[in-house]
């Protein structure tokens, strides 16, 4: 008897569960649909694009890598890439760095005009970048620093640590103080207590950091617009931009640039994947 | 320091029972109340990042209250103070424009991915096969880039050949094709599309985070009195939810509000202003039509209005709730 009505009850689970599935399906592939556009158009000859009834599903259509190809030989992406390469690194590696000791500042001592801190990180997280790209370009001016990679490097940092810190610290924050406080007792210096206590505990915390800071520096358009000038300086946002200016856009060599410009954050994302929903989460929901 | 000897250093320090350990403990100890290591860890960060802010606010401010549009900076400077500018900007018609624009942008841009990501994270929330793969491809759209999304979307809602046009015809709703990021009653909508395509991963991970937040025992107790599932939804999933459903709303409408990238790169605020956000605005009237002293007067007059709006949430109700994600 128990045994029947439990057997029912897996039968009717089962058909609610595939039902849930084949939703989840339908809308992943409905909200992907972009994605798997731009990387279709990439690989289609022109002619298969240009269409007045384009084939969703391209049955039987030959692939052509023509897109591929002309873009690597008429644009510059490969030094789009390298100069956006080192601004990725050097942004995020910059901001990673100062929002631990901030973060680590901020939850484990009592700092003198902290509210001041905590506002100051607070308005340069939702002040529009804009207003500050005015600033940055006389600033990087006089500092002869302008159409450089590093003034666009200390323009993410700026942009981007407001953000990182505060996530370090929610994280930090969820972390037990006797932990490292017993490693101070242990005679661990507070920093020796940081860098082998609180960090080797906190990597899911420091994964989303720098995730956010590698994609934020990565998709930067505002700061490489405003203080690169020189072509050899451009960044992909802005190889990106400048190929929509065109008046004829060459969609099958854009959507071939934009398949190009996800493939690096994708694959970053794939390694950061499992620390991510906890480390942008953990500790930021209170209420 | 070699990393051996420090290892070396800490175990003496760690062995229990060990004379050397007790001058090192004390020292510590004391080192711990001090509040200047954290000082000094703080002080980069706020160099680089108030700093910066200081700049751009005093930089902005002096160049809001000179009455030369145009010319080279050191001109500017040097010009007699007047606040011509903020009177300017204050009965520009395209300003309060630009204004409503941008509460369009925000709303639009917080209210579809906010559909979609308690959608997707209802969904993501039930048990199926391959439960890790669709989680991870739904987030897929936030880690493309604004300009890649936006360029996807330009070519999909081309007027000639895009995708979204071509469908729309098949299905007979239209019968000419839209030009939607040249039609200024339309353009508004169009870069709607794809911020609210990246944003709403942000809301599925959130309000999924959220869901499993709820214990079964709270729906096995709702079961018991009797709730069917819209009971349940309304009764145990809602509330327990509505903190992160605030945060994420929060969160998002200040990611917004601040957003250059698509707008810039799709249709730099037009045609004929009609996508020019507030933030898009302080960019253009500074770089495209070499207005600093307008540029700087809005940049104040918004730094002001942010400025008010964040010192009233941290300060006022949601002090707790808001901390951390702020």
């Known amino acids: ?287 | 320091m070699s990393i051996t000897e420090r290892q070396n250093k800490y175990d003496v320090a760690h062995t229990p029972g060990n004379s050397k350990a007790q001058p090192v403990r004390r020292r510590k100890m004391r080192k711990a109340n001090s509040p200047w290591i954290g000082v000094a860890l703080m002080a980069p960060t706020m160099l680089w990042v108030g700093g910066t802010l200081v700049f751009a606010v005093v930089l902005l401010l002096s160049l809001s209250l000179r009455d030369v549009g145009l010319g080279p900076l050191d001109k500017v400077l040097a010009a007699p103070l007047s606040l011509v500018n903020y009177a300017e900007v204050l009965t520009n018609a395209d300003t309060w424009r630009s204004f409503g624009i941008s509460v369009v942008y925000v709303a639009g841009s917080t209210a579809i991915p906010f559909a979609i990501g308690l959608g997707t994270a209802l969904l993501l929330n039930q048990k199926m096969p391959g439960q890790r793969l669709l989680r991870t491809l739904v987030l897929v759209p936030w880690a493309v880039p604004g300009v890649t999304a936006t360029i996807a979307f330009m070519w999909m809602m081309a007027p000639t050949y895009g995708v979204v046009n071509y469908i729309l015809r098949t299905l007979g709703i239209i019968s000419t094709d839209i030009n939607w990021f040249a039609d200024d009653s339309l353009a508004l909508l169009a870069v709607i599309a794809p911020t609210s395509w990246k944003a709403f991963p942000f809301f599925t991970l959130m309000l999924l985070a959220g869901l499993q937040s709820v214990g079964k025992e709270q729906y096995e107790a709702a079961s018991m009195d009797g709730a069917g599932k819209l009971l349940k939804f309304r009764y145990v999933t809602l509330p327990a939810l509505s903190p992160f459903i605030f945060i994420s709303v929060i969160f998002n409408m200040m990611y917004a509000f601040r957003e250059f990238d698509f707008i810039y790169a799709s249709t730099r605020g037009g045609p004929a202003g009609a996508t020019e956000t507030i933030a898009v605005r302080i960019y253009n009237q500074a770089f495209e039509r070499f207005d600093l002293g307008s540029a700087a007067a809005l940049g104040i007059l918004t730094f002001a209005l942010i400025g008010a709006v964040v010192f009233f949430l941290v300060r006022k109700k949601f002090k707790g709730s808001l901390e951390g994600v702020l």
């Open chain 1, 1 to 287: 008897m128990t045994v029947a009505i439990a057997t029912r009850r897996n039968k009717i689970q089962k058909f609610r569960l595939n039902w849930a599935f084949v939703t989840t399906i339908v809308v992943t592939v409905v909200l992907l649909f972009p994605v798997y556009w731009m990387f279709l158009t990439a690989v289609l000859p022109t002619s298969a694009v240009l269409s007045r009834t384009p084939a969703v599903i391209p049955i039987g259509q030959p692939l052509s890598l023509d897109a591929v190809k002309g873009v690597l030989t008429e644009t510059s992406i490969l030094s789009w890439f390298a100069r956006s390469a080192v601004v990725t690194i050097g942004a995020s590696v910059l901001s990673a760095v100062l929002s631990i000791f901030a973060a680590f500042a901020m939850s484990r001592f009592i700092l003198p005009g902290s509210k001041a801190v905590g506002f100051t990180l607070l308005m340069g997280r939702v002040l529009p970048g804009t207003l500050l790209a005015l600033p940055f370009f006389v600033l990087f001016q006089t500092m002869g620093l302008l159409d450089t990679s590093t003034s666009v490097i200390l323009a993410n940092t700026a942009a981007i640590t407001p953000f990182t810190a505060l996530m370090m610290k929610s994280y930090f924050d969820g972390i037990p103080r006797e932990l490292d406080e017993a490693a101070m007792v242990d005679g661990c210096s507070r920093l020796g207590a940081l860098w082998r206590v609180l960090l080797p505990v906190s990597i899911p915390g420091v994964a989303a950091c720098v995730g956010f800071a590698a994609t934020s520096a990565w998709t930067d358009l505002l700061f490489s617009r405003t203080l690169l000038i020189s072509q050899e300086q451009w960044t992909i946002p802005m190889g990106i931009a400048s190929m929509i200016g065109d008046v004829n856009v060459n969609w099958n060599q854009l959507m071939a640039v934009g398949a190009l410009s996800i493939l690096p954050v994708l694959v970053v994302y794939w390694f950061l994947q499992p620390h991510l929903v906890s480390g942008m989460t953990a500790g930021g929901v209170k209420g």
